[in-house]
């Protein structure tokens, strides 16, 4: 169900890092103004203004972009911001180019799991993608399909079947990461007990 290359990862988890990236989040939710937030992320994104490549862009935290399809140039523009992992969510038929090899080339770790669209909201997709975030906790990643909109559906099925949000956060964290057209299917799914 899940493609995974470079998926092994030994390194041990960075106390001081996560202790920068607390306070890099308390920075980007304080911020009084959207550029505020522009420069507070191109900050940490090794001076990278990110909100300029990608489109649709979402930051829901320091750690994580949201965004929509990926080519060589954006792939080089995560790497250079110092991104960790990209989250491929859209199906090989969605695609333009060989997307492993390019986040490969560029020293990333790639994990692709196609979902295409509410027909694939199942727990099990659900559930495979709530492994790869934990997989990948800690490390900053950008999380992808065409729009977000899927990626936003994903996050907020995550939230309200294995995390045990209500209804209102679950939907809220989703459209933090992109839900959009989705979010009727969603809400119908998040009433569904799991």
Not at 119 to 143: P, S, T, W
Request: proline share 3%; aromatic share 6%.
């Amino acid at each position: 169900m899940t493609s995974q290359k470079n998926a092994t990862n030994t390194e041990p988890f960075n106390q001081s890092a996560a202790t920068d990236t607390t306070a890099a989040n308390k920075k980007l939710t304080s911020g009084s103004s959207a550029n505020d937030s522009a420069n507070t992320d191109s900050a940490f994104d090794n001076g990278i203004d990110l909100a300029t490549v990608f489109t649709p862009y979402f930051r829901p935290d320091a750690n994580t972009v949201v965004c929509g399809a990926l080519d060589d140039e954006k792939i080089a523009s995560l790497a250079q911001a110092g991104f960790d992992v990209v989250i491929n969510l859209q199906p090989d038929e969605e695609l333009s180019f060989d997307e492993s090899a390019a986040v490969e080339r560029a020293g990333m770790y790639y994990a692709h799991l196609p979902i295409r669209g509410a027909e694939d909201l199942k727990q099990l997709k659900i559930l495979a993608f709530d492994n790869i975030l934990r997989q990948y906790h800690g490390k900053k990643m950008a999380i992808h399909c065409g729009s977000g909109n899927r990626v936003g559906a994903a996050i907020a099925l995550r939230a309200g079947w294995l995390r045990g949000r209500k209804m209102d956060t679950a939907m809220e964290r989703g459209r933090s990461h992109g839900l959009s057209k989705l979010e009727d299917e969603v809400y119908k799914r998040l009433l569904v007990p799991r």
